[in-house]
């Protein structure tokens, strides 16, 4: 079983954070913990405000997040590792060669469909991101939850 979900994006301040609360909002009631980082995480940033908006446009509440690096002890614990895109699976791959068969893109059971980062882009863009992984996470969480 799932039961440490980390997710990592680049920066760790728009899609992973996104991703985190969506799917631990998905997976309330299980055992299952989500966090998430940055392959060249913004250390100590909170969540970009235009992904915050989206958020709350989509009616969620999300908590305070502070982003923060991915570190080889983050891929260690992890028992699943979800990503946005597949140089982010060779990044991780090359960093930390034992979580090859734990590392998925989020979009995988999407057609492996990669989730384009929306930074320094227009509402449309953060609209689209969320709409992504929105549909990602509600199948990971039908999937985690199926085989608990």
Not at 15 to 23: C, D, G, I, M, Y
Not at 127 to 144: F, G, K
Request: with cysteine.
């Amino acid at each position: 079983m799932f039961n440490q979900v980390l997710i990592v994006c680049i920066g760790n301040i728009c899609r992973s954070p996104t991703a985190e609360h969506l799917l631990r909002q998905a997976t309330q009631g299980t055992e299952i913990q989500c966090s998430s980082a940055g392959l060249s995480a913004l250390v100590g940033q909170p969540l970009e405000a235009n992904a915050l908006a989206t958020l709350v446009q989509h009616g969620q509440q999300p908590v305070s997040h502070r982003a923060r690096q991915l570190t080889p002890k983050l891929l260690k614990d992890a028992e699943l590792v979800l990503v946005m895109e597949r140089k982010h699976l060779r990044d991780i791959h090359k960093q930390s060669p034992e979580s090859r068969g734990k590392t998925f893109l989020l979009g995988k059971w999407q057609l492996d469909r990669e989730i384009p980062d929306p930074y320094r882009q227009g509402t449309a863009a953060f609209e689209h991101a969320y709409a992504l992984i929105d549909e990602a996470v509600t199948t990971w969480s039908r999937y985690l939850r199926s085989i608990r």
